[in-house]
């Protein structure tokens, strides 16, 4: 690292999040894997950006998460430069997780995610909500929920016109988990991401990911729109 | 609906590509689903796609650049040696090709596996488990991605 970029780093870390939420996460070492700012451009991080947590998650979901982790990357493809520690949130029986560091030939014999008391979990997660990075500005979401024929459509269109159900796992009608794995799964969407930084990811995912191994699309903005209401219908609870 | 997708698995592996498109267009389901749970299929959606006319592709090179771009994008489920064989594989309905195999590859020229990857599987009747990288990579990086294919299959169009 060259030493001007470590003195701006450091002059970054001490003086821009100086409220106890972020220095929570710093206690507790989320940093070691997880980049928590966007000024962090030099490491390989292990674990999924969480700079943007908080244009990202829902406050509720992160905090269950923090309290009982579950696995969202069944492959845990998400940054694949070495060197890179085997780091999952799965319990290594879950029979996806064999698939764990697919490029690397790794196998999914990993170390759980820290989780935390109530207390704890709560904090963290308000200093998760307060990252947040200056994203392109959001498309206003239509607020109308999508009749029984859009649903249809839209649903027709992940799993055939964009392909995305080939990497992402969702819920067939019959509420299934189906789909490939090399994208984090989509089942719990609609209680974990929120609807608005969905539009923005499918319009500008350069802005959260400088790569990423999901195609990118060109799609209208009522097209992002329903993909992103119809993700919201997605949601553990209807997992049968 | 039952009959098609019979043939559909009966023609993916051979020549009758006009068979296998129709079979493809006449299955209306998704590529994380189950064959029983077909018979929910919703209308088709129009096509974004473009005619596949027959015509001749510049030649390009594969270079490092082309292979780490095969394993970034491609090998999640192609696999790391394009035996068909990735991560996504064994969760999608209709298998990821695999690019080694010679007496398939010998029968697409290189324009339609240009068509194929730039396109997306729908667009040249196969199955739409195979998305379109064409907003994702320019045309030369394509090209040279199927050089690589005709690299891994060691093998030319007939």
């Given at each position: 690292m060259k030493t001007s970029t470590f003195f701006i780093l450091i002059g970054f870390l001490l003086?821009?999040?100086?409220s106890s939420t972020a220095e929570i996460l710093r206690d507790k070492d989320c940093g070691s894997c997880h980049r928590l700012s966007v000024a962090e451009t030099e490491k390989n991080f292990a674990a999924p950006d969480l700079h943007f947590a908080g244009d990202k998650f829902q406050p509720a979901w992160l905090k269950q998460f923090l309290k009982n982790p579950a696995v969202i990357r069944p492959a845990v493809t998400v940054i694949d430069t070495p060197p890179r520690p085997p780091v999952t949130v799965a319990d290594a029986n879950t029979a996806v997780v064999t698939a764990a560091g697919f490029l690397r030939e790794r196998s999914g014999n990993s170390p759980p995610h820290p989780s935390f008391s109530e207390q704890d979990a709560s904090a963290l997660a308000d200093g998760l909500m307060g990252l947040k990075i200056s994203a392109p500005p959001r498309e206003s979401t239509v607020a109308a929920p999508l009749s029984k024929r859009q649903r249809a459509k839209i649903k027709y269109k992940f799993e055939r016109t964009f392909s995305c159900i080939s990497c992402h796992q969702s819920l067939n009608l019959a509420g299934k988990v189906r789909g490939g794995i090399s994208g984090p799964s989509l089942v719990n969407a609609g209680n974990r991401l929120r609807a608005d930084w969905i539009v923005s990811w499918l319009k500008t995912p350069e802005a959260y990911a400088a790569k990423s191994r999901m195609p990118r699309y060109e799609m209208d903005s009522v097209t992002r729109n329903q993909f992103s209401q119809f993700l919201m219908t997605l949601k553990k609870e209807n997992v049968k | 609906m039952k009959t098609s997708v019979t043939n559909m698995k009966k023609s993916c592996g051979n020549l009758f590509a006009a068979i296998t498109a129709l079979a493809v267009l006449a299955w209306g389901i998704g590529c994380g689903q189950s064959r029983e749970e077909q018979a929910t299929a919703p209308p088709p959606a129009q096509q974004e796609a473009e005619k596949v006319r027959p015509r001749k592709l510049e030649s390009a090179r594969v270079t490092e650049n082309t292979r780490q771009t095969y394993q970034w994008y491609c090998a999640q489920c192609h696999g790391a040696e394009g035996k068909g064989d990735g991560v996504n594989a064994k969760f999608l309905t209709v298998p990821p090709r695999d690019h080694t195999k010679v007496a398939y590859l010998e029968t697409r020229t290189d324009a339609q596996l240009f068509d194929a990857i730039k396109f997306g599987g729908l667009a040249v009747g196969r199955a739409p488990c195979m998305p379109a990288w064409g907003h994702t990579l320019d045309d030369d990086a394509i090209r040279s991605l199927v050089q690589y294919i005709r690299e891994l299959c060691q093998c030319e169009a007939l």
């Open positions: 003086l821009a999040p100086s | -």
